[in-house]
């Protein structure tokens, strides 16, 4: 199946051009014309394909611009340029840019076979859902949780109160882990599809800046909205997305999948099961492994949300500019390696954002932070974790790390009171190991509430040895990240899934029909590598179509 198809024109594109704070975007076309060395004439178009801040000087804070430029005989300009001009390629990494257009295949209606099921609303089922909507098959999503709209409801139930709706809550629902992690889109994958998925959250409402920011986000507020007009999209393409529906069960013949069984007792036949559960779908992992469905235990990764005042970052990352209009709420990604003690970095970090209560389970804390797209809260947080290990878990059933992740998420609901309160620690008190009993300057922004106290006990003793190294190293990085009224909130256990399951090049599963994908199946890890392994898996179902009817 043909994918992908590059498009008629060629582009050059341009890297690391820099502008100051005070000058306006109309200053690229004279960086640009200074690059290339032609006339200004010669220039047909441009446009801006990736922009970042470098405030590595702090004196000088940079605005750092990635263009694609369309001029006149592409082709022979790299044969006719100057040396001085070839240095200037070098430097900004000049070279012809070949963009691609995102295919798909449509599939006769009457190739016999049926409509496939997804599993998952998340971004990898969305987008396998949409890549399959669009090939005419019809695709049948269920999911677990509530609509977009219920379950915001529940969540701030739960944030108020404590009173917790296992089926529609921070992990489960539409939109799935993502639409409450505030949209974070930034990924190392080098992949075209990459394109068509920014291209249709901004058709379903994204912010249009997200297709060229290098860090970009939607928000949490923005992407609930954006969740629901793509799934209304996977409807009008002869799609179907029924909700409170929970896999319970499913029916395999000679090794392939038959039909998949539900809670209420309802059934689905069909030949292609796509498993895109998320990581916390701990009910499903317990049934897909008594059905035998190859899977294996993986790292990941654990630890506790740290708070800061948003102010302060600012002020660590942007000095004397701290306040520019053109600068957004900073952020940081940090990564501290100790002499004693395992490696410790910090990964969701949310600007002006909030920290979550993020619980699937009765009697479990877990915390997971959030930004709306302002990104104007008081506080900005990060998650501090340290790597786990299979050999870590004690024992090597493949279910062992939900179990490591389910003891230390109990105990914390237990330190943090039995009610759902989480427990909490100033970082001073915690590099003294001794029990916190007033909140400082930084009001905590975890609902239902913290309760202060040590964080002894609800980390393994190793976690909480690699973090005390850790702060004072990731504060000679940016000032005041160890701050003694910064605010530790515990635990965070969810970055990843803690289990594989396993499949083929064919994305298949050892059961024929079923496909895993996604962050929960261990095949990804963010919305962006969970979108694209999802479509890959329905490029695999379309492919096996075409090929058999």
Not at 51 to 78: C, G, M, Q, T
Request: aromatic share 8%; with cysteine.
């Amino acid at each position: 199946m043909e994918t992908f198809r590059r498009r008629k024109q060629n582009l050059i594109r341009i890297e690391e051009i820099t502008l100051g704070l005070e000058e306006g975007e109309y200053v690229l076309v004279e960086r640009i014309v200074g690059i290339l060395g032609i006339p200004e004439e010669d220039i047909i178009d441009y446009a801006v394909s990736k922009k970042a801040i470098d405030s590595r000087k702090k004196e000088k804070i940079l605005l750092v611009y990635s263009v694609d430029v369309e001029i006149k005989n592409p082709e022979d300009y790299f044969f006719k340029t100057s040396s001085m001009v070839k240095g200037k390629m070098k430097r900004y990494r000049v070279r012809l840019h070949q963009s691609y257009n995102y295919e798909i295949k449509r599939v006769e209606e009457s190739d016999g076979r049926m409509r496939p099921l997804i599993v998952g609303s998340g971004p990898s089922g969305l987008f396998a859902g949409l890549v399959l909507a669009r090939a005419g098959l019809r695709p049948i999503i269920v999911e677990r949780g509530k609509t977009v709209e219920e379950r915001i409801v529940d969540v701030k139930e739960f944030q108020k109160t404590g009173k917790l709706n296992v089926e529609s809550n921070v992990q489960f629902g539409e939109g799935g882990a993502g639409t409450f992690s505030d949209g974070k889109l930034y990924t190392v994958i080098d992949d075209p599809r990459k394109k068509f998925i920014f291209d249709e959250l901004v058709e379903a409402g994204a912010p249009k800046e997200i297709a060229v920011d290098a860090q970009p986000h939607i928000g949490t507020d923005k992407l609930r909205q954006v969740v629901k007009n793509i799934r209304q999209k996977i409807v009008r393409l002869g799609g179907e997305v029924r909700f409170q529906t929970r896999l319970d069960d499913i029916e395999i013949v000679d090794g392939k999948i038959s039909q998949a069984v539900f809670a209420d007792g309802k059934k689905i036949e069909t030949q292609e099961l796509v498993l895109a559960t998320g990581h916390s779908a701990r009910d499903t992992f317990s049934m897909i492994h008594e059905k035998k469905i190859a899977m294996q235990s993986k790292p990941f990764a654990i630890g506790v949300r740290v708070e800061h005042s948003a102010e302060m970052i600012n002020k660590a990352q942007y000095g004397e500019f701290y306040s520019h209009h053109k600068l957004k709420t900073a952020r940081y990604k940090l990564v501290a390696r100790g002499e004693k003690n395992r490696p410790v970095y910090t990964f969701c970090m949310c600007p002006g954002g909030y920290v979550m209560a993020a619980s699937s389970q009765e009697e479990r804390v877990v915390t997971n932070g959030m930004s709306e797209y302002a990104q104007d809260g008081k506080n900005s947080n990060s998650a501090l974790l340290v790597n786990v290990l299979p050999s870590d878990f004690g024992s090597n059933h493949p279910l062992a790390g939900i179990e490591f992740q389910e003891k230390w998420e109990k105990k914390a609901y237990e330190a943090g009171g039995k009610n759902y309160q989480a427990p909490s620690q100033l970082v001073g008190d915690f590099l003294h190991n001794k029990p916190s009993k007033k909140i400082g300057q930084i009001l905590p922004t975890y609902g239902p509430g913290v309760s202060l106290g040590n964080l002894n006990g609800c980390l393994p003793e190793y976690i909480l040895e690699s973090l005390r190294e850790a702060l004072p190293i990731l504060d000679r990085k940016v000032k005041g990240f160890a701050h003694p009224e910064a605010v530790l909130t515990g635990v965070e256990t969810r970055s990843s899934s803690p289990v594989k399951i396993l499949r083929n090049e064919k994305f298949e599963s050892n059961i024929k029909g079923i496909y895993p994908t996604g962050e929960g199946s261990g095949h990804a890890g963010g919305i962006i590598s969970a979108a694209i392994d999802g479509m890959r898996v329905a490029e695999a179902i379309i492919e096996k179509r075409l090929q058999t009817k």
